[in-house]
Protein backbone atom coordinates (compact mmCIF):
# COMPACT_ATOMS: atom_id res chain seq x y z
CA UNK A 1 0.00 0.00 0.00
CA UNK A 2 3.21 2.65 0.73
CA UNK A 3 4.66 2.05 -2.69
CA UNK A 4 1.00 2.65 -4.12
CA UNK A 5 0.68 6.12 -2.21
CA UNK A 6 4.37 6.59 -3.33
CA UNK A 7 3.96 6.70 -7.03
CA UNK A 8 0.76 8.77 -6.64
CA UNK A 9 2.69 11.76 -4.87
CA UNK A 10 5.25 10.97 -7.74
CA UNK A 11 3.19 11.28 -10.35
CA UNK A 12 1.36 14.53 -8.75
CA UNK A 13 5.08 16.05 -8.46
CA UNK A 14 4.98 19.44 -10.83
CA UNK A 15 8.10 19.09 -12.76
CA UNK A 16 11.07 21.33 -12.11
CA UNK A 17 14.56 21.71 -13.47
CA UNK A 18 16.76 22.17 -10.58
CA UNK A 19 17.84 19.26 -8.49
CA UNK A 20 15.56 19.01 -5.45
CA UNK A 21 18.86 17.62 -3.79
CA UNK A 22 20.72 20.75 -4.16
CA UNK A 23 17.56 22.18 -3.07
CA UNK A 24 17.56 20.18 0.13
CA UNK A 25 21.24 21.41 0.88
CA UNK A 26 20.59 25.00 0.74
CA UNK A 27 17.60 23.91 3.46
CA UNK A 28 19.80 22.88 5.73
CA UNK A 29 22.36 25.01 5.41
CA UNK A 30 19.39 27.84 5.40
CA UNK A 31 18.54 26.25 9.26
CA UNK A 32 22.01 26.45 10.55
CA UNK A 33 22.26 29.79 9.49
CA UNK A 34 18.80 30.86 10.99
CA UNK A 35 19.86 29.39 13.86
CA UNK A 36 22.55 31.62 14.67
CA UNK A 37 22.05 34.17 17.42
CA UNK A 38 21.33 37.54 16.14
CA UNK A 39 23.92 40.51 16.32
CA UNK A 40 23.67 43.66 18.65
CA UNK A 41 21.19 46.45 18.69
CA UNK A 42 22.65 49.49 16.53
CA UNK A 43 24.08 52.42 18.53
CA UNK A 44 22.67 55.45 19.27
CA UNK A 45 23.39 57.56 16.22
CA UNK A 46 23.03 55.22 13.42
CA UNK A 47 20.12 54.56 11.32
CA UNK A 48 18.45 51.23 12.26
CA UNK A 49 17.62 50.47 8.75
CA UNK A 50 21.20 51.09 7.17
CA UNK A 51 22.90 49.09 10.33
CA UNK A 52 20.20 46.33 9.58
CA UNK A 53 21.87 45.98 5.80
CA UNK A 54 25.39 46.70 7.15
CA UNK A 55 24.99 44.10 9.91
CA UNK A 56 23.66 41.48 7.63
CA UNK A 57 26.11 42.41 5.24
CA UNK A 58 28.71 41.62 7.73
CA UNK A 59 27.29 38.52 9.13
CA UNK A 60 26.86 36.46 6.26
CA UNK A 61 29.95 37.72 4.40
CA UNK A 62 32.03 36.49 7.30
CA UNK A 63 29.89 33.21 8.37
CA UNK A 64 31.46 30.09 6.62
CA UNK A 65 27.71 28.29 6.26
CA UNK A 66 26.57 31.68 4.78
CA UNK A 67 29.48 31.01 2.56
CA UNK A 68 28.04 27.93 1.17
CA UNK A 69 24.79 28.63 0.85
CA UNK A 70 25.66 31.76 -1.38
CA UNK A 71 28.30 29.41 -3.23
CA UNK A 72 25.82 26.98 -4.13
CA UNK A 73 23.41 29.68 -4.90
CA UNK A 74 25.90 31.18 -7.18
CA UNK A 75 27.28 28.17 -8.32
CA UNK A 76 23.55 27.63 -10.26
CA UNK A 77 22.50 28.51 -13.48
CA UNK A 78 20.57 31.77 -13.92
CA UNK A 79 17.48 29.57 -14.92
CA UNK A 80 17.94 27.50 -11.46
CA UNK A 81 17.98 30.26 -9.51
CA UNK A 82 15.15 31.86 -10.67
CA UNK A 83 13.64 28.47 -9.86
CA UNK A 84 14.73 28.51 -6.43
CA UNK A 85 13.45 32.17 -6.25
CA UNK A 86 9.91 31.00 -7.21
CA UNK A 87 9.96 27.90 -4.66
CA UNK A 88 10.88 30.40 -1.97
CA UNK A 89 7.84 32.38 -3.31
CA UNK A 90 5.60 29.59 -3.40
CA UNK A 91 6.71 28.41 0.03
CA UNK A 92 6.12 31.92 1.39
CA UNK A 93 2.47 31.88 0.22
CA UNK A 94 2.71 34.74 -3.07
CA UNK A 95 2.10 32.14 -5.52
CA UNK A 96 0.35 28.65 -5.31
CA UNK A 97 1.81 25.33 -6.99
CA UNK A 98 -0.76 25.85 -9.62
CA UNK A 99 1.24 29.34 -10.27
CA UNK A 100 4.13 27.44 -10.47
CA UNK A 101 5.69 28.82 -14.22
CA UNK A 102 4.30 31.94 -13.72
CA UNK A 103 6.39 32.26 -10.39
CA UNK A 104 9.53 30.86 -12.37
CA UNK A 105 8.86 33.27 -15.31
CA UNK A 106 8.85 36.12 -12.71
CA UNK A 107 12.00 35.34 -10.76
CA UNK A 108 13.97 35.26 -14.32
CA UNK A 109 11.95 38.37 -15.37
CA UNK A 110 12.77 40.61 -11.84
CA UNK A 111 16.39 39.64 -11.21
CA UNK A 112 18.50 42.00 -10.95
CA UNK A 113 21.26 41.40 -8.81
CA UNK A 114 22.98 38.65 -6.61
CA UNK A 115 20.18 35.69 -6.20
CA UNK A 116 22.41 34.65 -3.13
CA UNK A 117 22.42 38.03 -1.43
CA UNK A 118 18.41 38.23 -1.75
CA UNK A 119 17.65 34.78 -0.15
CA UNK A 120 20.20 35.16 2.26
CA UNK A 121 18.42 37.82 3.49
CA UNK A 122 15.33 35.90 3.47
CA UNK A 123 14.45 34.73 7.21
CA UNK A 124 12.99 31.37 7.71
CA UNK A 125 14.81 30.67 4.19
CA UNK A 126 14.97 26.83 5.00
CA UNK A 127 11.14 26.68 5.88
CA UNK A 128 10.09 28.68 2.48
CA UNK A 129 11.84 26.09 -0.13
CA UNK A 130 10.78 23.21 1.88
CA UNK A 131 7.29 23.94 1.80
CA UNK A 132 7.99 25.03 -1.80
CA UNK A 133 9.33 21.84 -2.68
CA UNK A 134 6.41 20.00 -0.53
CA UNK A 135 3.73 22.19 -2.46
CA UNK A 136 5.29 20.94 -5.99
CA UNK A 137 4.90 17.40 -4.55
CA UNK A 138 8.51 16.48 -3.55
CA UNK A 139 9.37 15.43 -0.06
CA UNK A 140 12.29 15.96 1.78
CA UNK A 141 11.93 12.81 4.27
CA UNK A 142 12.98 11.05 0.52
CA UNK A 143 16.25 13.30 0.15
CA UNK A 144 19.80 12.31 1.93
CA UNK A 145 21.31 15.11 3.59
Not at 49 to 58: C, K, V
Not at 97 to 105: G, L, S, V, Y
Not at 139 to 144: K, L, P, Q, T
Amino acid sequence: MAAKRRSVEVAERVPIEIDPETVYFIVLKAREYDEKDELGEPGPDEDPAEEAISRGMRYYSDDPVAQEIKDAIDNLNDDHQAELVALMWIGRGDYTAEDWKEAARTARERHTGPTSEYLLGEPMLGDYLEEGLSQLGYSVEDMEP
